[in-house]
């Protein structure tokens, strides 16, 4: 099973400022992966697909990077709605049963 | 607008069976496939069961490896999960999700459902 570890388990920051999110895999997803943001009591958003594809009507401060094992999403600006919820999700592996989901990062609100 | 609506939640004892539905709107059902992501209280999210669009094949998580059952009704444009032999690692809001490609079966989800609780607990 491949293991998405992400980090910071908390990030605490002001409107404004700029958000670095990373999930880490245990082995290569190639591009395979990507970033959902869930806030308290919602059901989780597609927010990037393939690594660095912003999935329909997410706002262009969001933003994916990164292949193989190293993953980062970057909120540019950080707007009061996206104090939220983040996880990574990756199935690079046929058959799916190998699709797994980091721990998430909190961002907060300083 | 893609609308998933599950259903069939609740409390049920230890070693007990629950079915959950969804119901599908705003999409051509047939052509997607959907899947069950569930996530127990205060932790994340762990995907469940997936199936293609054309129902010809399924696939399940390791922890649900022959008690859990997803199945579809195209006629219907629902999506069931049969739970049996429930344990207590099992509570968790179920949600369903639709897949983002027509064309490849459960690599991203991007439509959800608000999610139905299962409790399981004597």
């Known amino acids: 099973e491949i293991v998405l570890t992400q980090s910071p388990a908390i990030l605490s920051l002001s409107p404004g400022e700029r958000a670095t999110l990373s999930c880490r895999a245990s082995q290569s997803v190639t591009n395979y992966l990507a970033w959902y943001q869930q806030k308290p009591g919602q059901a989780p958003r597609l927010l990037i697909y393939d690594a660095s594809k912003r999935a329909t009507g997410i706002p262009a401060r969001f933003s994916g990077s990164g292949s193989g094992t190293d993953f980062t999403l970057t909120i540019s600006s950080l707007e009061p709605e996206d104090f939220a919820m983040y996880y990574c999700q990756q199935r690079s592996k046929w058959p799916p049963e190998g699709l797994t989901f980091g721990g998430g990062t909190k961002v907060e609100i300083k | 607008e893609v609308q998933l609506l599950e259903s069939g939640g609740g409390l049920v004892q230890p070693g007990g069976s629950l079915r959950l539905s969804c119901a599908a709107s705003?999409?051509?059902?047939?052509?997607?496939?959907m899947n069950w992501v569930r996530q127990a209280p205060g932790k994340g999210l762990e995907w469940v069961s997936g199936?293609?669009?054309?129902?010809?094949?399924?696939y399940n998580a390791d922890s649900v490896k022959g008690r859990f059952t997803i199945s579809r009704d195209t006629s219907k444009n629902t999506l069931y999960l049969q739970m049996n032999s429930l344990r207590a690692e099992d509570t968790a809001v179920y949600y369903c999700?639709?897949?983002?490609?027509?064309?490849?079966?459960?690599?991203?989800?991007?439509?959800w459902g608000q999610g139905t609780l299962v409790t399981v607990s004597s």
């Open positions: 999700a639709k897949d983002f490609d027509p064309g490849v079966t459960t690599r991203y989800f991007d439509s």
């Open positions: 705003g999409f051509t059902f047939s052509s997607y496939g």
């Open positions: 199936i293609m669009g054309s129902g010809d094949n399924t």
